[in-house]
């Protein structure tokens, strides 16, 4: 009985839009769009690593195939798939690419951010302050 009412409001209720955990500029988009044609690979896949001067540091890798839990993001005809130990520290990021005389780079404006250090490679989150205290890297 309960589940049948269960089924019934879920089935009432509009579905609700959730936002993306990701979202990419039109320079991203078309840099990831180039990459991947180049490679043949469906997917990149952004995850983050424990190092730097801050203690955390993002990782781009290609990828074949969506991971069980990996978070998939579509955005302006590019596919990015998001490892699960890095989608919280990376959730509601916006990801822009540069190229111009002194570099060419992706950028990461991420809302989590607490610091980072002073050449950007590497940044530091709440969540990641406490492992970084105890001495975790």
Request: glycine share 8%; net charge positive; charged share 25%.
């Given at each position: 009985?309960a589940s049948?009412?269960?089924a ?7 579905p ?11 320079a991203?988009a ?19 690593k ?7 540091s993002?990782t ?14 579509e ?6 798939l998001?490892d699960?130990k890095?989608?919280?520290r990376?959730?509601?990021s916006?990801m ?16 989590n951010?607490?610091g ?5 490679e ?5 969540a ?9 890297s």
């Amino acid at each position: 009985m309960a589940s049948r009412l269960l089924a019934a409001a879920s089935e009432r209720i509009a579905p609700v839009a959730r936002r993306q955990a990701l979202t990419l500029t039109d320079a991203a988009a078309a840099r990831i769009r180039h990459l991947l044609e180049q490679r043949q690979r469906p997917f990149l896949k952004l995850g983050i690593k424990a190092r730097g001067c801050n203690g955390l540091s993002y990782t781009l890798n290609y990828a074949d195939e969506k991971g069980k839990f990996d978070e998939l993001v579509e955005d302006k005809g590019v596919k990015i798939l998001i490892d699960p130990k890095a989608l919280m520290r990376v959730i509601g990021s916006k990801m822009d690419f540069v190229d111009d005389k002194l570099r060419s780079e992706f950028l990461f404006v991420n809302p989590n951010s607490k610091g980072q250090c002073g050449c950007g490679e590497s940044f530091l989150t709440t969540a990641s302050s406490g492992a970084t205290k105890q001495g975790g890297s």
